[in-house]
Structure formats: C-alpha cells, structure tokens
C-alpha cells in the first residue's frame, strides 16, 4: 500500500464506500451525495493518510462514517423543526431500500437501526477485517462481533417473520 | 466467538449481492477528484521531535563556546633568556623567610649571601580581578648535586607559601646530566613571588606565562544567583502550596548549582599553577603539561552547563504544568467518551 496515489485508492474503492453509505442512510441518492463529499475531504486530507495504521478502505470508511453521522445530525434538527411547527414529522418509512434489496431484505433493513446497518455493511458487505471494522465504529472487537450478530439476528427474524407473513 | 457471519450463510450471501452500485456521475465526479495534482504527506511532527532536541544542544555548544571565548583574555607573556649573573658565591641552601615576605604586587630584589640578583619580571596577578594563572619556568643548575638541592628547595618554598606540590620526576644519569620536573600550585597572590624564588635556584632558560580572566564569568553566575535568591525568598512569603513547593525545589536546585560552579571557577582561580624544569642542560624547550582546560573543554563544560540549565527548565514546566497537563487529558478524554455515547446515541435512533 506504501506509494497507493489518491487517484487509485478513489477508483478501487469507490464501490466499498457507496455500499456502506447505503446501508447506512438507507437512501441512495443520500449516499451518493455523502460518497462524494467523503472523497473530497480524503484528497483533502490524503496527506495524513498512514498506510502503516490501516488499509485506505478503512481509512474511507471512517471518512465516511463521519459523513454519515453529520447527515443524521443534521436530519435530526430538521425532524424536530417540523415537529416544532406541527407539520409531520419524518417517518421512518421515508427511508427506503428500493433499488437493488429484495422486498424482505428491504423492508428488514428498514426496520434495523442505522448502527445495526452499519455494523452489516462494514463487516459482511465490505467484507473488512473485525479489527478493522472495529476502528471505523470506535469500538472493541468483541464488541463490534457482539453487535453484528444481533444485528444479523434480527434481520433474519425479520425476514422470516415476513416470509410466514 | 466463531463468526456470526457462518451461523446465516444465506443472509451473508444475500447482503453482498444487495445494493445499487455507484452511479456514472459520481464515478465521473470522483475520478475528476483523482485527478488533481496530489501533494507529498509530510511528516512534520516526527521532523520537528527529531529537530528540537538537536537545535537545543546546538544552540547550548554554540552558546558555550561563545562564552567560553569571552572568558578568555589569554595574556601570553614570555620571556626568553632572561640573563641573571651567576652568583658569586657557592650556592647555599636557602633559608626562607615567610614571615614579613614582600607582596607579589611588588618586583623585589632577593639579597642572600650578600649576592644581588637581578630582577626578574613575571606578569603579576591582577589584585582586583580572579584569574586563572600558569607559569612555566626552565631553570638550568651546574650539576647533579645543585640539582637535587634545587629540586628539594623549591619544594619546600612551596609549602612554605602555602602551596603544594602536584607532580614531581626527576631524572639523572651517569654523565652528569639530569633534570626535575615539578608542578606545583601557590596562593595565585603570591605567584610572581615563586617565580622569583624558583627563578633564583639557577639561572633562567626560559619563562612563559598564562594569564585567564574569569572575573566576567564569576559576576554573571554571582548576579544570577542573586536573582535567585530574590525569587526563592519572594516565593518564600507566598502560602504554601505543592506548587509553590516545587517551584521552590527547583530553584534551589539551580541555585546550587550555580553556587557550586563558582567555588569551583573561584577555587581555581585563587591558586596558580606552576610548572618548574630543573635541568643541566643549558638549552631545553618547554614541554609545558597541559593540566588547565583549553578552549575546547571550556567550551564543552560551558555547553554542559547549558543543557543541565535548558533540562533545569524543562523540569520547571514539567512540575509545575504537569497538573495542569493531566487535567485536560482527563477533561479531554471525558470529552471524547461523551461524543462516543452521543453518536451512538443518535445511530441507535436512525
């Protein structure tokens, strides 16, 4: 990884980075906005980039976690906004996994919390290391293995429930 | 803990063929990202923790040395043969008379056994100011006998002065030649006096003196340790606490050892170093043996000096900063927990 230019790092891990924010935010066009500005702000940044602390998709991720975690604060102003001026508020069912999730697994998602997805899409989806994945939450390995199997736990329950359903 | 991902193989399976990949826009839009020119990292902590500890022990052996130089007034006298008629009469041996002895402000003529010798003139020690003074002397004698004669005189005239002998050889062989060599120290107020007496035991080949001013360096350390005294008497006065203590550790600390430096600079000072060669020979060179510290060892004690006063500091804003440091650590680690549990707070209700 010693010498990875910014360019090369962008194009092999554009793909990683875009799934995991549309796990997390649950909205595509949401992530795709949230996937340029956290390239934007690794070539921003890229001088601080150490190959020898961790991969560059890790470092992207926890860019893009950052990311993520702006938007959600900033939609949560805005919810209770609306909710100040009695309009309703923002439902859950806004966020949708429509294009490219079957029915169940959408509507499963959909029903797990943005940390519950996250932990999914950092360790099965992108398929990154437990130690790795752990550094982007901020939290132990045995946490981070604890969490992701409740979170898969519960998204099977889901789905199975809605296939008996 | 085996991995939770094999307990669900087909919702594994599903999650990573899940997902809409990036549109073509964005992929333009990063690529346009890559394209700008990419700057080198820099490691400019690692560069400037290497850096500050090398400037500092530069700046001390640059400030040593310039100091050391300034210390340094060398007077370089010497006096080549300097021709004294030989006495007229045998050599007795010299009976010496300390009591009433003249100052060594004073060139004086020794009369002894109603023999005259002339004058010989020595750099006298400047009474108003310490300095550092070496002599070194070459005395011929006519033989071996006047040679043990002189060599044991003159180290009786030494103590006799207050001084005391430091290294003593001597060596004879069965031509009839021979030689001594002394080094001895005496009161530096009463040098020109020795040089005159050790002079006296022969006749004079050759004489070379040394002169180093260090008054300059024992009012600067006197002054600082003034200053000192007023902070830690100021401080003194103040109520007690655990800082007010360690401030006070460390200055005394520094004052100790700026006292203990000027003994040493002052003791040197008040005794002068005398190298005297007793020889048969009638011409001989000056071998003097270096034993004063040259340029280059003050200079290296100077900067010595300077880096214990720059850790003296560091010790200073380490003591009394150190509560102040592991304060905000822990304000700053309570910080960071706190922002920890609030985003997770906030994922858990996304």
């Keep these: 990884?010693?010498?990875?230019?910014?360019?090369?790092?962008?194009?092999?891990?554009?793909?990683?980075?875009?799934?995991?924010?549309?796990?997390?935010?649950?909205?595509?066009?949401?992530?795709?906005?949230?996937?340029?500005?956290?390239?934007?702000?690794?070539?921003?940044?890229?001088?601080?980039?150490?190959?020898?602390?961790?991969?560059?998709?890790?470092?992207?991720?926890?860019?893009?976690?950052?990311?993520?975690?702006?938007?959600?604060?900033?939609?949560?102003?805005?919810?209770?906004?609306?909710?100040?001026?009695?309009?309703?508020?923002?439902?859950?069912?806004?966020?949708?996994?429509?294009?490219?999730?079957?029915?169940?697994?959408?509507?499963?998602?959909?029903?797990?919390?943005?940390?519950?997805?996250?932990?999914?899409?950092?360790?099965?989806?992108?398929?990154?290391?437990?130690?790795?994945?752990?550094?982007?939450?901020?939290?132990?390995?045995?946490?981070?293995?604890?969490?992701l199997s409740r979170a898969l736990h519960k998204l099977e329950e889901r789905m199975t429930a809605d296939v008996r359903a | 803990m085996s991995a939770p991902e094999l307990e669900y193989p087909h919702l594994v399976e599903e999650l990573r063929l899940a997902g809409p990949p990036p549109s073509d826009e964005l992929r333009e839009r990063v690529r346009a990202l890559g394209a700008r020119p990419q700057r080198r990292p820099r490691r400019r902590l690692k560069l400037l923790a290497v850096a500050m500890p090398v400037a500092a022990v530069l700046a001390a052996l640059a400030l040593g040395t310039l100091e050391g130089a300034r210390d340094s007034q060398v007077v370089y006298g010497e006096v080549g043969a300097a021709s004294a008629p030989p006495p007229t009469a045998k050599a007795q041996p010299w009976e010496l008379q300390e009591a009433g002895a003249p100052s060594a402000a004073r060139a004086f003529d020794e009369v002894d056994a109603g023999v005259t010798v002339e004058r010989v003139t020595a750099l006298p020690p400047n009474r108003t100011r310490a300095q550092q003074y070496r002599a070194d002397l070459v005395v011929h004698v006519d033989s071996l006998e006047a040679l043990s004669l002189a060599t044991s005189n003159a180290m009786q005239l030494t103590r006799n002065m207050g001084g005391y002998l430091l290294s003593a050889t001597q060596d004879t062989s069965a031509d009839g030649r021979g030689y001594s060599s002394l080094v001895v120290r005496v009161p530096t107020q009463k040098v020109q006096r020795a040089i005159v007496r050790f002079a006296q035991l022969g006749t004079i080949l050759e004489q070379q003196v040394h002169v180093q001013d260090v008054q300059r360096t024992l009012d600067k350390l006197f002054r600082e340790a003034q200053a000192l005294r007023a902070q830690i008497a100021k401080l003194e006065a103040e109520p007690q606490t655990p800082e007010r203590d360690a401030k006070l550790r460390i200055l005394r600390l520094r004052l100790d050892e700026l006292t203990g430096r000027s003994e040493r600079i002052a003791q040197r000072a008040s005794f002068a170093r005398i190298a005297l060669t007793l020889t048969t020979e009638e011409t001989a060179a000056i071998t003097p043996v270096p034993d004063e510290p040259g340029r280059l060892e003050r200079a290296w004690e100077r900067s010595l000096d300077i880096l214990v006063g720059e850790a003296v500091v560091l010790l200073y804003v380490v003591l009394v900063g150190g509560p102040f440091v592991v304060l905000a650590a822990l304000v700053w680690l309570s910080a960071r927990t706190g922002r920890r549990r609030s985003r997770e707070a906030l994922l858990e209700r996304s």
């Design chain 1, 1 to 147: 990884m010693n010498g990875v230019t910014f360019a090369e790092a962008a194009e092999r891990h554009l793909d990683d980075v875009h799934r995991y924010l549309v796990f997390l935010t649950g909205d595509r066009t949401v992530a795709e906005d949230l996937t340029a500005e956290t390239f934007e702000h690794a070539l921003r940044s890229w001088r601080r980039f150490d190959p020898q602390r961790g991969s560059a998709k890790t470092w992207l991720c926890q860019l893009a976690r950052t990311a993520a975690l702006d938007w959600f604060r900033a939609e949560e102003r805005r919810r209770r906004r609306e909710e100040r001026f009695a309009r309703d508020a923002a439902d859950h069912e806004e966020l949708r996994f429509s294009e490219g999730f079957s029915p169940a697994l959408a509507d499963a998602l959909a029903h797990a919390t943005a940390a519950e997805r996250e932990v999914v899409a950092l360790c099965v989806v992108l398929e990154l290391e437990r130690t790795a994945a752990a550094r982007v939450l901020g939290i132990s390995e045995t946490a981070c293995t604890t969490r």
